[in-house]
């Protein structure tokens, strides 16, 4: 309300927790899930679908699941 945004799927949600993910889904927009470097050291090589932060996330109702970093979040929401 505060930046006068009505929430809908065109707007992105970005969060490193299943609670950023559930806040998302209830608002209405987006949801996209990355993963933090700590979360993805402790995979310890196993693919990132199966570390249990984006298993949880996903069950939130995360969208997607990227890779720290903005590099992959950049390519996604290319600038209009």
């Known amino acids: 309300e505060l930046l006068n945004i009505n929430p ?13 993910i559930r806040a998302a ?24 679908d199966q570390a249990p932060l984006c298993v949880a996330m996903k069950e939130a109702g995360a969208d997607a699941i990227l890779e720290p970093g903005f590099a992959e979040l950049v390519d996604r929401f290319p600038a209009a």
């Open 8 to 20: 809908s799927r065109s707007v992105v949600l970005v969060g490193d927790t299943p609670d950023d």
């Open 25 to 48: 889904v209830s608002a209405g927009c987006s949801a996209v899930g990355v993963i933090t470097p700590e979360g993805l050291d402790a995979q310890n090589g196993r693919p990132l």
